[in-house]
């Protein structure tokens, strides 16, 4: 069976064309991406209309060329997967409008996906898939979750965040010192060069007992700080960027391993653009190798959108029996939909 995904929630547009033979893991066979990060930085962040109207553009170019990559033609493609959900709707409706349309066209079914459903499988297209019962941190632009898993469409939420996400602390930070957008890449590579104990930034709701988290705080901590840098600001600008990533890593990591307890599960997959960062990666592989736990992650390059994860997790729904594919073509949009709610 061959599923083409197509990912369009946000500012990448994403194809790719996995294959799936009985209950083995799906195999990807060539996917392709468009970045409008560069478009977008002009204005400091994703302008909503801009990003419809560039998947547009992009998304059946994309579709050909992973056709073409993959050898094979959209008459072979058994189903079409889409981002379904959470997202910006015009974006999101231009990727279920396309998948629609060619199922409609093809006379083939289409699968509607949860866009972080797509991130939490993505580790199985990894070298080294992990194996259910996991616990998994889920670390995007717009959430920040720790779940228990115990298969595809099984989730538990344990714990999520009650205003901002990691990946919005750091492109807030990142934008309060003049990085850009978006902020995580750039704001943890200049903490490569800064001192992370320099400044002495709040760890939200770190003792807190439960397995939430807060980030707000901690950006008005980063704000108060860079007010009273001032002129000096600049020279210590990467030491206030290696202090905020040390907060942002060290609350992450402690939840996660205090998830892992509770649960008595010993595998941990991270996943989500913040899953990216080299020093929660860093800190989590030492902390995980002391005691004895398993750490997964998405390959480097799928841990942002992508269409790969799309196409895997339609896959997997499908091999699960959980979700059957639909002739309906009602392309209705989720905007906000929680995972749990699956
Ligand atoms: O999962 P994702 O691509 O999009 C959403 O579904 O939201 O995550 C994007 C987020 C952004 O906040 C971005 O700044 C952050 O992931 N990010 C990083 C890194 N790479 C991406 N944050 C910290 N360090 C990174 N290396
Ligand atoms: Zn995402």
């Known amino acids: 069976m061959l599923v083409l995904g197509i990912e369009s929630s946000c500012d990448e547009t994403g194809i790719a064309l996995v294959r799936a033979d009985g209950p083995a893991l799906p195999v990807l066979l060539a996917h392709a ?4 990060i560069e478009m977008h930085q002009a204005y400091g962040g994703v302008v909503p209309e801009l990003a419809s109207r560039d998947h547009i553009r992009r998304v059946l170019p ?28 015009g974006a999101l409706l231009v ?39 996991f616990v998994a941190l889920l670390v995007s632009g717009g959430h920040t979750q720790l779940m228990r898993v115990d298969g595809v469409g099984r989730y538990e939420m344990l714990g999520e965040t009650i205003d901002d996400a990691a990946g919005e602390a750091f492109d807030k930070s990142a934008k309060l010192m003049g990085l850009g957008y978006p902020g995580g890449p750039a704001l943890s590579r200049l903490a490569e060069q ?3 104990a320099a400044f002495k930034l709040p760890r939200p709701l770190l003792h807190s007992g439960n397995l939430d988290f807060s980030f707000a705080g901690l950006k008005t ?14 020279a210590r600008k990467a030491d206030l960027a290696a202090s905020t990533q040390a907060a942002i890593v060290e609350v992450l990591l402690k939840k996660s391993m205090t998830a892992l307890q509770r649960t008595g599960l010993r595998r941990l997959v991270v996943a989500g653009g913040v899953g990216a960062n080299k020093s929660l ?10 005691g004895g ?3 997964h992650y998405p390959e480097l390059h799928l841990c942002t959108d992508n269409g790969a994860m799309i196409a895997m997790a339609g896959a997997m729904r499908l091999q699960s029996g959980l979700q ?10 989720k905007p906000r939909w929680p995972l749990d709610s699956l």
């Open 33 to 36: 991406l468009h970045s409008q």
């Open 95 to 133: 990727g279920a409008g396309v998948a629609c349309a060619l199922g409609a066209a093809l006379g083939k079914p289409v699968l509607g996906v949860h866009h972080l459903e797509g991130h939490l499988l993505s580790p199985f297209l990894s070298e080294d898939p992990p194996e259910f019962p």
């Open 293 to 295: 736990i398993r750490v």
């Open 194 to 196: 800064g001192d992370p």
């Open 324 to 333: 059957a594919p639909t002739r309906a073509y009602a392309f209705d949009v």
């Open 221 to 234: 901590a980063v704000m108060t700080q860079a007010k009273k840098l001032g002129d000096d600001l600049e």
């Open 62 to 89: 994309l579709t050909r060329q992973v056709l073409i990559e993959a050898a094979h033609t959209l008459q072979d493609v058994d189903v079409v997967a889409y981002t379904r959900g959470p997202g910006l709707a």
């Open 281 to 290: 990666r860093n800190q989590l592989n030492a902390v995980c190798a002391k």
